[in-house]
């Protein structure tokens, strides 16, 4: 079996596509698989340092600069030449596609040679280029399913979850000493998301420089692109509170808390969600068709996690919630048991499936 995986420009794309890879790998015993990214994200470094074959093609997000636009249509057509090119070459029984404007011409070559492709879809509003291969897929798989309603000129939908639910349930909790944190203390992990927030690390520093939050200890993820050590200067000295980059293995530490505070990325609410953590999501407002806030608002509903949105985010509102979410009983009991209800389905098992069929029918 030979599989073409592409996904780009974030880790909510890249991890997925990478969870779904990684079970082919596992379950397939002669397969043959490449994965097809942009020239200059994070899936170019992550991804080759995983030991699997990458190639990269040069494409952009189309913007409001004119100039860069115009360029733009030239490489997507340049990257269409030399997709159809792999694929000959490769002979994939499938391409995915699991996200970002790299998938476009991946998905489009697949098509015009009539290779059998499934796109998967995180968030509960579809991103632009998902929105627009989706009438090239012959299977759209969907991590909500409020979603379905957005694919209407797809030609089979089907609900899988997110791929982070299951790694997550597998995840043997991070003893939390080895970090410096205390056994006989609450931890608190905050997290920025992979790119991190500077607008959402700015107003989080009230409540770090405050007297808040001193019956519990705080590992806080400020994420990549955040310039860590003025960050560090910002925050005053105390006790209980780590600063870090980035974390490795984000589900085994997530394991060993007792509250997440997140921003409202697909993958890390599926993480808490296979966890079973309490949880307070801030959604970015920053993002493509405010998916964060669509993504939050349908778990609030179900009643599995707690949202505050950013422009209500205050030291003494964040303070308040953090309480009520490690020491009203009831409460947390409450969420673990609607997240219980809502945590029926196996995502990898039915996106691998669903693939195997896909491929059978083609034969």
């Not at 808390?257 to 966890?275: K, M, P, Y």
């Not at 493509?288 to 509903?301: D, V």
């Amino acid at each position: 079996m030979n599989i073409i995986v592409s996904a780009g420009g974030s880790g909510g794309h890249i991890y997925p596509a990478l969870s779904i890879l990684e079970e082919f790998q596992k379950r397939e015993k002669n397969i043959k698989v490449l994965y097809i990214g942009t020239h200059n994200r994070m899936e170019k470094e992550i991804v080759p340092a995983k030991g699997i074959p990458y190639e990269s093609i040069e494409i952009y997000g189309f913007t409001k600069d004119i100039r860069r636009d115009i360029k733009n249509v030239f490489l997507i057509k340049k990257a269409l030449k030399k997709c159809t090119q792999i694929m000959k070459e490769f002979q994939p029984d499938v391409v995915i596609g699991v996200g970002g404007y790299v998938t476009y011409p991946v998905i489009k070559s697949a098509k015009k040679l009539g290779i059998k492709t499934f796109i998967h879809e995180q968030n509960s509003r579809p991103g632009k280029v998902n929105f627009l291969v989706s009438r090239y897929a012959d299977v759209v798989g969907v991590t909500f399913k409020s979603s379905i309603d957005f694919f209407k000129k797809a030609k089979k939908i089907v609900y899988t979850g997110h791929p982070a639910l299951d790694g997550a349930r597998n995840a043997q909790p991070l003893d939390k000493t080895l970090l410096g944190f205390q056994v006989s203390k609450k931890l608190v992990v905050y997290v920025a998301g992979s790119l991190g927030s500077s607008s959402l690390n700015q107003k989080m520093l009230d409540f770090l420089n405050s007297d808040l939050h001193e019956s519990y200890e705080i590992l806080y993820i400020t994420g990549s692109n955040v310039n860590l050590e003025e960050f560090k200067k910002k925050v005053e000295k105390k006790k209980g509170i780590k600063i870090v980059p980035y974390f490795d293995n984000l589900p085994r530490i997530l394991a060993s808390s007792d509250l997440v505070i997140s921003r409202a990325g697909a993958g890390t609410l599926f993480e808490i969600l296979g966890l079973e953590k309490p949880s307070i999501v801030i959604p970015s407002p920053n993002v493509a068709n405010n998916h964060q806030y669509y993504n939050a608002k349908e778990l609030e509903t179900a009643g599995i996690i707690k949202v505050l949105e950013e422009q209500n985010l205050t030291k003494e509102t964040l303070s308040e919630m953090i309480t009520t979410l490690l020491t009203n009983q009831k409460e947390i009991n409450d969420l673990k048991k609607n997240m219980q209800m809502y945590n029926k389905n196996h995502p990898i098992e039915t996106i691998y499936k669903t693939i195997k069929e896909l491929i059978g029918t083609s034969k």
